[in-house]
């Protein structure tokens, strides 16, 4: 019913920046939305978060004061910026539909996800 495709991945040297999005095809407005990544040969791990509203936003810590999540229900969006990144940064990138309003650290709390957008940081 919901469809998620990330853009914005790319080859970046450490200390650089890039802009993720997520855009969905059928309106998430009321759910909240996160990031994870997933390094080859590592688990799938829990990125950031963002309530309905756009109100409350939750980080790992190993990506707080670096990354920022926010979204622009207007234009059903979810948008993640990625600031001084590292080269422990590189992974697969994916944006995920919560489901419910209420933001989760665990996978198991979203119920649609996008394919992925690679994101590669070199030294």
């Known amino acids: 019913q919901v469809q998620l495709v990330e853009s914005g991945g790319g080859l970046v040297q450490a200390g650089g920046s890039l802009r993720l999005s997520c855009a969905a095809s059928?309106?998430?407005?009321?759910?909240?939305m996160g990031w994870f990544r997933q390094a080859l040969g590592k688990e799938r791990e829990f990125v950031a978060a963002i309530s309905w509203s756009g109100g409350n936003t939750y980080y790992a810590d190993s990506v707080k004061g670096r990354f920022t999540i926010s979204r622009d229900n207007a234009k059903n969006t979810v948008y993640l910026q990625m600031n001084s990144l590292k080269p422990e940064d590189t992974a697969v990138y994916y944006c995920?539909?919560?489901?419910?309003?209420?933001?989760?650290?665990?996978?198991?709390?979203?119920?649609?996800w996008g394919q992925g957008t690679q994101v590669t940081v070199s030294s």
């Open positions: 995920a539909k919560a489901r419910g309003s209420v933001p989760f650290r665990g996978p198991d709390g979203y119920d649609y």
């Open positions: 059928g309106r998430t407005s009321v759910y909240a």
